[in-house]
């Protein structure tokens, strides 16, 4: 989702006219649908089954279309289904188990690491055509404490962690949890002013809150960039994030020239 809506974005933006108000910019326009921060939840629809057709013969109508609930989801998954919310939850737990956990930091400086995601693992190559082959989670935190990023294989059916691994200079994806506390950063920053002003600008109230903008982004990856500011250059041994904003069911505000290090909490202005 986030590389869609960063396409999008781009798409729109590069031919709008964009007035500068401050040190943010300001575009008029309004994405079709709706949009939200938050791509981690699963959504689930009813199935519809097509009415029966008619037959001329009997001068009978089509039945009217009925619509089957979706079944609902158990506690535990079957082979290469998708974890269940129950399963989500166990294995969160049992990777954040190790008594090392409480020493490490989350992205607001919270005990235990920040979680990122949790995914089902591949099955062992010797279990690929077991059907009773145990069921295994991927569980990946970053621990900003030391700037590591944590990824432990838990057995929901034993419930052991089976492998852990720790690696530096790696960014997966950012959270929604990590992209909230980037605005926040921002909202706080003398450089968040802009931001700010356009905000009162377009909707007379005070912007004091990331509630009060839709917002998503990404990982700012260094390597892509044609120039990287002295203040970013830890990007990569540390998370940093940019960010793309929009007033709920309103205007763009474009924060893409703001990146913050959520490692050191600074926010820094590039282009």
């Not at 009925?66 to 506690?75: K, L």
Request: glycine share 10%.
């Amino acid at each position: 989702m986030y590389e869609i809506v960063r396409r999008h974005l781009g798409k729109v933006v590069a031919g709008a006219a964009m007035a500068v108000t401050g040190t943010a910019v300001m575009v008029g326009i309004t994405l079709p649908g709706t949009a939200g921060a938050d791509d981690t939840s699963r959504s689930r629809t009813a199935a519809s089954v097509p009415p029966r057709s008619a037959d001329p013969s009997d001068g009978t109508a089509p039945e009217p279309a009925t619509v089957v609930a979706a079944p609902a989801e158990g506690a535990k998954g079957v082979g290469t289904d998708p974890l269940t919310d129950d399963e989500l939850k166990r294995a969160e737990a049992l990777a954040l188990a190790p008594p090392a956990a409480s020493a490490q930091r989350d992205v607001d400086g919270g005990r235990g690491p920040q979680h990122l995601a949790t995914e089902l693992a591949d099955p062992l190559p010797e279990e690929i055509d077991e059907p009773g082959a145990p069921r295994r989670a991927e569980v990946r935190f970053y621990d900003y404490g030391r700037d590591e990023l944590i990824t432990r294989t838990v057995n929901l059916g034993t419930g052991k962690v089976e492998h852990s691994g720790v690696q530096r200079g790696v960014q997966p994806s950012a959270h929604p949890e990590e992209l909230r506390e980037a605005l926040k950063l921002i909202l706080a920053s003398p450089l968040g002013k802009g931001v700010r002003e356009d905000y009162q600008d377009a909707t007379g109230k005070a912007l004091t809150s990331p509630d009060q903008l839709w917002f998503n982004g990404d990982v700012y990856r260094t390597y892509r960039e044609a120039k990287v500011p002295a203040q970013l250059a830890a990007c990569g041994e540390h998370r940093c994030v940019r960010l793309v904003t929009k007033i709920l069911n309103g205007s763009w505000i474009d924060t893409r020239n703001l990146i913050v290090d959520l490692s050191a909490r600074t926010v820094t202005r590039v282009g």
